[in-house]
């Protein structure tokens, strides 16, 4: 793990738990904000660690996962530039609930749990606009949980491949021919299926020229089509 040169705002502009800070409070908080950077296949940190720290992705890919208690490993969420992860570190010290751990070289901005508490006691108003951003957030997990429960397995998985695409894009990928890496077992656990039913409708995409297939990776060559599946 390296360190580089500690971040300026421009990252933290992209988070949206922290979209209703100006600028003036997005410069303290990069104030006790240290960059790292993380090889691929890197765990930083496990399920049940002390919760201390925060991280925003600057660049590369990692993911949350958790144990289930028969072995299997179930896949939470995929992260890349701009997205936050272990934020509730910023308000208390619980254990993490889920592992992250890198898929390719990472690049992030650490904020540590007992600076930004002691920036929150500073600044209060900093405190009140991330109680308002995270409001919103949960509003909106809220929203998106009771719209996948009406969506097909079909619909839903077209909907992580959709959401997948876009990151890659805001990376700079294409408009067609759009590669993402993913393997069918994280599709399956990201849309809340199982790994068979989403594998066969993978297979309808290919079949339909919409999507092919490689070991742990995916080329969506038509996204316009793709978001046709999500309803």
Known sequence: METRDRPDTSLLTQVPVFEALGPRELARVASVSVPRVFGAG?????????S???????????????????????????F??????????????ERRSATVETLDELEAVAILGPD?????????????KLVIALGRRLRDANARISRQSFQSVQSRVAGVLVQLVIQAQSEGAD?????????QADIAQLAGSSRESASRFLAVL??????SQGRGRI???????LKRYVF
């Open 42 to 50: 890197h765990v930083i940190f496990r399920e049940g660690d002390a």
């Open 52 to 78: 201390d720290t925060c991280y925003v992705v600057r660049s590369g890919h990692a993911r949350a996962v958790r144990k289930h208690g028969d072995g299997r490993t179930l896949t939470l969420a995929h």
């Open 80 to 93: 890349g530039p701009g997205d936050i992860f272990g934020e509730l570190a910023m308000f208390d010290d």
């Open 116 to 128: 930004m508490r002691r920036l929150l006691r500073e600044h209060s108003d900093i405190a009140v």
């Open 175 to 183: 408009d067609e021919d759009v590669l993402v890496t993913v393997t």
């Open 206 to 211: 290919e079949r339909a020229g919409v999507i």
């Open 219 to 225: 080329t969506v060559h038509d996204p316009d089509a």
